[in-house]
T-cell receptor
């Protein structure tokens, strides 16, 4: 069974500063994918970044980077230069490569202060 | 990029009636679609996995007779909430898996907010 743990229910960050959202996972699979999604108040799930279990380099997508530490089973999301529009709920998710279905963490609500 | 649509985006129905939610992959074929349910301020809970041409696989605790899923084509899956009750009020999100086994990407629809009065 797969499990995703996000220990920060809520986070605050000052505009233009960087913030790290924590995510740890547990799985017995060797091949898996880790995802981060942003969910604004509208409800849509916005894909942010992906890390494959065999990827040796940390994924980056613009202001988003994923700090992947496989031995520690952690996949933290780093948002640099926070913007007011970054205020949303953020979900870490894991997907088994074969089954495809995802397991989601409980989410972290990020609030960016002006 | 891959686009998944859901219809309707919002629906209000009376207790005891049934409501159908459609999930469409607009620019790719999806052999597998997933249905999630989300309560306010909570995570997404997988309800079922829908495979084209076969019966859906439901997660433990999900009533298959209440939440009917049909995946009749490679671009359309439907979720029917039968005899809806106020406790079924929730945000329902579908996602579509692109490609065959070995691909873990899912593309999410915008969600459907169901309110049962």
């Amino acid at each position: 069974a797969q499990k995703i743990t996000q220990t920060q229910p809520g986070m605050f960050v000052q505009e233009k500063e960087a913030v790290t959202l924590d995510c740890t996972y547990d799985t017995s699979d060797q091949s898996y994918g880790l995802f981060w999604y942003k969910q604004p108040s509208s409800g849509e799930m916005i894909f942010l970044i992906y890390q494959g279990s065999y990827d040796e380099q940390n994924a980056t997508e613009g202001r988003y980077s994923l700090n992947f530490q496989k031995a520690r089973k952690s996949a933290n999301l780093v948002i640099s230069a926070s913007q007011l529009g970054d205020s949303a709920m953020y979900f870490c998710a894991m997907s088994n490569t074969n089954a495809g279905k995802s397991t989601f963490g409980d989410g972290t609500t990020l609030t960016v202060k002006p | 990029g891959a686009v998944v649509s859901q219809h309707p985006s919002r629906v209000i129905c009376k207790s005891g009636t049934s409501v159908k939610i459609e999930c469409r992959s607009l620019d790719f074929q999806a052999t597998t679609m997933f249905w999630y349910r989300q309560f306010p301020k909570q995570s997404l809970m997988l309800m079922a996995t829908s495979n084209e041409g076969s019966k859906a696989t439901y997660e433990q605790g999900v009533e298959k007779d209440k939440f009917l899923i049909n995946h009749a084509s490679l671009t359309l899956s439907t979720l029917t909430v039968t005899s809806a009750h106020p406790e079924d009020s929730s945000f329902y999100i579908c996602s579509a898996r692109r490609g065959l086994a070995g691909a873990s990407w899912q593309y999410f629809g915008p969600g459907t907010r169901l309110t049962v009065t």
